[in-house]
Nanobody, 129 residues
């Protein structure tokens, strides 16, 4: 089960910290990424960590403002969001897919997520004054 939490209403310039707990998942063989989807917009990969070399990916829209981290012992992925903007408003969720070798976390297609992925219900983030 993937359970995201930590969302809420925040003013522009504010911060939130999201958590994704991956109960029952083996992080040695699963890739877990942060996505978001705003109404009327396509899903966006926000951030992820490549297990092969620890490289962290951030969407251009959040670079310099968001920070991803992970606690493997707790099977929890975090997303620290600072300097938030109204355009960050979206449903944020984590999704898991079986890892393919040493491929980076950005490698996996939408079709692969559809066929083999799991996702949680997500947590709503609203940035508004």
């Amino acid at each position: 089960q993937l359970q995201a939490s930590g969302g809420g209403l925040v003013q522009p310039g504010g911060s939130l910290r999201l958590s994704c707990t991956a109960s029952g998942f083996n992080l040695d063989i699963q890739v877990i990424n942060w996505f978001r989807q705003a109404p009327g917009k396509e899903r966006e990969l926000v951030s992820c960590i490549s297990d092969s070399d620890g490289t962290k990916y951030y969407a251009d829209s959040v670079k310099g403002r968001f920070t991803i981290s992970r606690d493997n012992a707790k099977k929890t992925l975090y997303l620290q969001m600072n300097s938030m903007k109204p355009e960050d408003t979206a449903l944020y969720y984590c999704a898991a897919v079986p890892r393919l070798g040493e491929e980076p976390c950005t490698y996996y297609s939408d079709g692969y997520y559809t066929d083999f992925g799991s996702r949680g219900q997500g947590t709503q983030v609203t940035v508004s004054s």
